[in-house]
């Protein structure tokens, strides 16, 4: 089951990036999809999972809040441009790999994308969805 876990800043273009996780969340199905709107198009997207949750406010100097405790994991290998229409998606493999030598069964995983975005004045900072949960099946 996903559910929202935090809410998420407005970005440099005014909308709050949303995250949702969307399809099947059983093992056996193997249909999870990481799914992200309202970001600024072009600009560099990187998933961020923990296994508990968290609040940092604005780390690093970030326009958003973190909402991961530690340890956190960077799926750097799935970080991509964010689409012209401000999304960025991509599937979760619930039944091995990034997730099954990781995290057991029924164990919840907390979820954000942390994207670069930019400042009032035109500054490069990031910023961060809102967190998600998901508990695998």
Not at 46 to 68: K, N, R, Y
Not at 86 to 92: I, T, W
Request: proline letters at 7%; glycine letters at 14%.
């Amino acid at each position: 089951v996903s559910a929202r876990t935090c809410g998420a800043h407005p970005t440099s273009e005014g909308k709050r990036a949303e995250l949702d996780l969307v399809g099947s969340f059983r093992r056996a199905d193997d249909r999870t999809t990481f799914v992200a709107r309202g970001m600024p198009a072009g600009v560099l997207a990187l998933p961020v999972f923990g296994q508990t949750p968290g609040f940092t406010a604005h780390p690093g100097g970030s326009a958003g809040d973190l909402c991961i405790g530690q340890p956190l994991v960077r799926l750097l290998h799935e970080a991509g441009p964010v689409d012209a229409a401000g999304a960025f998606s991509f599937a979760v493999d619930v039944d091995g790999g990034l997730l099954g030598a990781v995290v057991p069964v029924g164990t919840p995983t907390y979820w954000q994308l942390w994207f670069r975005d930019f400042t009032a004045g035109g500054q490069p900072t990031s910023n961060f969805t809102n967190g998600a949960v998901m508990r695998a099946w």
